[in-house]
């Protein structure tokens, strides 16, 4: 296996090593788990919120949620980083735009699967992260630039058709498009 | 553009306006109900999340370790009293809890005094205890000789641990449990009191078993799952 791939897979063991522990209770591994991955959590809470005072209480609840959701977490169906994204960014977003969070802890989606992952399966996994690259790569600038700021800076279709200045319907369709060539793109 | 308006609004691509965050509100609840419903949308959940959530490769890391106190102020600065008697609470059982109480109550009306006069002169039968838990099969009795001040405990039932250890804590009623020490699960432990313990052991005291990693729970405040707990009752002489 290339030295990259196999130093990604033992960073993604550990972070999988210690969300299970923090399901037993384990204090020290919550908090070596906080030092391993909340300055990328705490980067998505700042782009999407766009305040540090609102980024830091978003951060405190995140990882509160942690604590009292990591029973949720279902090792080789979801990545780690990716849960714990995923939880990060749908709580800023829930924060910025006053909704109420619904379905947001993804235990549902994973009770659909329980095996381990193979290797081949985490090399995959891995390989993913090149393949979103090239997809996005495939669509027009533009139009990946729209898709990025909806992830990442969360984004609605008012504020991307407002921010490439087009109407909201076709701002619309044309992420929808894109969309549908990402699927396609990333299913190959 | 318009021509664009005829591509085709699949579920794929509701999956993914919904991971992205790009529904409206009601569009977003009758999605979370049909996810709730159809595995195959929840698949595609899976799919989008997963693939979309590498996208935050990009996003700068921006430290802030001095945030980590305050989270643990907010989940642990309540563990050594509240928490702790919530999960106690929830290890004994709401029937044994409220007789918990019922008995606490009665000490404080009735026999509060004759108690304390009775601790003092250590002409008192034994303290004793059952420990033991609903959903755990890991039981011990424990009894406590107040003219030796030693505690003895010994399992009855519960697993043999290889890579944590049990631990035995005594807590007075709102207080912070106190470790008296790591105990194993097949033999007689005997563990001598100091004054500090024994002061505090009255009616309504309670002994419990937690599990913890090797050597027993490293900061002295409990850790893992209570396994075990009964409340002290004095055993006439």
Known sequence: ?188 | MTTDDDAPRTDEIIVAEYVLGLLEEDEREALTERLNQEPHLRALETFWTERLSLLADEVPEVEAPHLYDRISDRLFADARSIGWWARLTSALGVWQATAMSAVAALVIVGFVTVLFVNMQDRTMGDWVATLAAEDSDVAFVASIDLDDQILSISGQSGAVLTDQDYELWIIEPDSAPVSLGVVPVNAQTNLRLDDANLAGVREGSILAITIEPLGGAPEGIPTGPVVAAGPLTIQAS
């Open chain 1, 1 to 188: 296996m290339p030295p990259h791939l196999e130093a990604g897979l033992d960073a993604r063991a550990e972070i999988e090593q210690l969300i299970g522990r923090v399901s037993l209770g384990d204090r020290a591994a919550f908090q070596t788990l906080y030092s391993r991955t909340h300055a990328k959590l705490f980067g998505i809470c700042l782009r999407i919120l766009n305040n540090r005072q609102d980024a830091e209480e978003a951060l405190q609840e995140i990882f509160v949620k942690i604590w009292h959701r990591s029973n949720q977490y279902r090792q080789g169906v979801a990545s780690p980083m990716s849960w714990l994204i995923t939880l990060a960014r749908n709580h800023a977003l829930d924060m910025v735009r006053g909704r109420k969070p619904v379905n947001d802890d993804l235990d549902v989606a994973q009770d659909l699967a329980s095996a381990d992952p193979s290797p081949e399966d985490q090399i995959l996994a891995m390989d993913q992260n090149r393949q979103i690259e090239t997809c996005m790569e495939e669509l027009e600038p533009q139009r990946a630039d729209a898709v990025r700021l909806a992830y990442l800076d969360g984004h609605t279709y008012q504020d991307l058709a407002d921010r490439f200045n087009v109407p909201l319907n076709t701002m619309k369709t044309w992420l929808r498009r894109s969309l549908g060539r990402l699927k396609e793109c990333l299913s190959q």
